[in-house]
């Protein structure tokens, strides 16, 4: 069993930064390879990035090539995504994913979920 819970979401301005961490419980955090998934009002549940168990190997969506970066601290049982240059069209409730065999790239193959954080970004 997996547990998730983000934190960092917030109210910024187009062009700011936030940074968001998911903080796992479980001996068995460093088996999982990780993701980010964000879901905006009235849309469904789409990829943002993910990370693999190593950390060697990150996937990102077209959408946030560039600006966003995902990292983890396996030490600390600790995934981050960095999102910079942020836009309006970012705004959304943001959610930590955990999937052990694969990498969580889509929804439907998600073992745990966090309880999403929200992220705001006005014009």
């Known amino acids: 069993q997996v547990q998730l819970g983000e934190s960092g979401g917030g109210l910024v301005q187009a062009g700011g930064s936030l940074r968001l961490s998911c903080e796992a419980s479980?001996?068995?955090?460093?088996?999982?390879?990780m993701g980010w998934f964000r879901q905006a009002p009235g849309k469904g549940r789409e990829f943002v990035a993910a990370?693999?168990?190593?950390?060697?190997?990150?996937y990102y969506a077209d959408s946030v090539k560039g600006r966003f970066t995902i990292s983890r601290d396996n030490a600390k049982n600790t995934i981050y995504i960095e999102m910079n240059s942020l836009r309006p069209e970012d705004t959304a409730v943001y959610y930590c994913?955990?999937?052990?065999?694969?990498?969580?790239?889509?929804?439907?193959?998600?073992?745990?979920w966090g309880q999403g954080t929200q992220v705001t970004v006005s014009p």
């Open positions: 994913a955990a999937r052990l065999n694969g990498i969580p790239t889509w929804s439907g193959t998600i073992d745990y």
């Open positions: 479980g001996r068995t955090f460093s088996s999982y390879a």
């Open positions: 990370i693999s168990w190593s950390g060697a190997r990150t």
